[in-house]
């Protein structure tokens, strides 16, 4: 079932915080995030696993509560350049590797 | 540099007509996906392989065949039965297993004629 992600879309000023979300209903393995541009192929920006481990970006950080089946991701003093649409992608514990993606969050970023 | 090649870039379809985008990747990896992409909207999974000469359906698989035949090559066929193949194709890749990043081509467009 594909996790949800909240807001759909965002507008933010250079410098602005912004927080994305996306929800399961099912177990999960992991939590992946990308950012696509328009016309573009999607970026990974980052993978959370259970246990807490994290690995990707530099520059955004994210958590995952393992026992709501929530992750967040944290876009901290904003930078045009991370304007795009957002993806979460799921692993659940019996999707056999395959990844569950969400619909995507749009942000724009105005100078 | 390593990474994932699709072709055409943009491709028109004709009615009745089968046609196939290509997917080439020297990352080494076993695991190969493709995915459909609507205007706005997430990533729809139609075929993926975890390994050479084995590949499952996903949530979209009619209308479209694909075949494994190297490790580096996963082509995907849009069938005549498609009856709404215009979208965005993406081809990805990863390391076989849970916790591993795709890497994605930089898609083909297909319309109809």
């Known amino acids: 079932q594909q996790p949800v992600q909240s807001p759909q879309a965002v507008i933010l000023r250079e410098g602005e915080d912004a927080v994305i979300n996306c929800s399961s209903s099912k177990a999960l393995y992991s939590v992946h995030w990308y950012r696509q541009k328009h016309g573009e192929a999607p970026v990974f920006l980052m993978i959370?696993?259970?246990g807490g481990e994290q690995k990707g970006h530099e520059k955004i950080s994210a958590s995952f509560n393992e026992k709501k089946q929530q992750s967040s991701l944290y876009l901290t003093a904003s930078q045009l350049s991370y304007s795009g649409t957002y993806f979460c992608g799921t692993e659940e514990e019996d999707s056999n590797y395959q990844l569950i993606w969400g619909a995507g969050t749009k942000l724009i970023i105005k100078p | 540099d390593g990474g994932i090649t699709q072709s055409p870039k943009y491709l028109f379809r004709k009615e009745g007509q089968n046609v196939t985008l290509s997917c080439e990747q020297n990352l080494n990896h076993d695991a190969m996906y493709w995915y459909r992409q609507d205007p706005g909207q997430g990533l729809r999974l139609i075929y993926y392989s975890q390994i050479v000469n084995d590949f499952q359906k996903g949530d979209i698989a009619e209308g479209y065949s694909v075949s494994r035949e190297k490790k580096e090559s996963f082509p995907l066929t849009v069938t005549s039965a498609q009856k709404n193949p215009t979208a965005f194709y993406l081809c990805?890749?990863?390391?076989?297993?849970?916790?591993?990043?795709?890497?994605f081509g930089d898609g083909t467009r297909l319309s109809i004629l």
């Open positions: 990805a890749s990863s390391i076989r297993g849970f916790n591993q990043p795709q890497h």
């Open positions: 959370l696993l259970k």
